[in-house]
């Protein structure tokens, strides 16, 4: 079992930048491959970025390659999602999930079977 707590929301003016993290508890955690997703109002939860369970392979949605960037740090079991040169369009809630080490899935919502509560990300224009 792992359970995972978001953090480091906020407002912030387009252009900003936000770094949110994800504590994450359970032995588990080294052997999970991490990702963030992300929901707007109306719309459904689509992917943002995933960490490999060794944290040697990053993957991100088009969305945000070259604006975010995904870490862990397996000694303090927590995920981060840096997030510069935000727009409008990135209001949403982001979510933590924890998925297997099947890699293949890192973008699907089936391949994580834990998630976080979410933390509400709102940028301004």
């Known amino acids: 079992q792992v359970q995972l707590v978001e953090s480091g929301g906020g407002l912030v003016q387009a252009g900003g930048s936000l770094r949110l993290s994800c504590a994450a508890s359970?032995?588990?955690?080294?052997?999970?491959?991490m990702g963030w997703f992300r929901q707007a109002p109306g719309k459904e939860r689509e992917f943002v970025a995933a960490i490999s369970w060794s944290g040697s392979s990053l993957y991100y949605a088009d969305s945000a390659k070259g604006r975010f960037t995904i870490s862990k740090d397996n000694v303090k079991n927590t995920v981060y999602l840096q997030m510069n040169s935000l727009k409008p369009e990135d209001t949403a809630v982001y979510y933590c999930?924890?998925?297997?080490?099947?890699?293949?899935?890192?973008?699907?919502?089936?391949?994580?079977?834990?998630w976080g509560q979410g933390t509400q990300v709102t940028v301004s224009s």
């Open positions: 999930a924890a998925g297997s080490t099947d890699w293949s899935t890192r973008i699907y919502i089936y391949g994580y079977p834990y």
């Open positions: 359970g032995r588990t955690f080294s052997t999970h491959n």
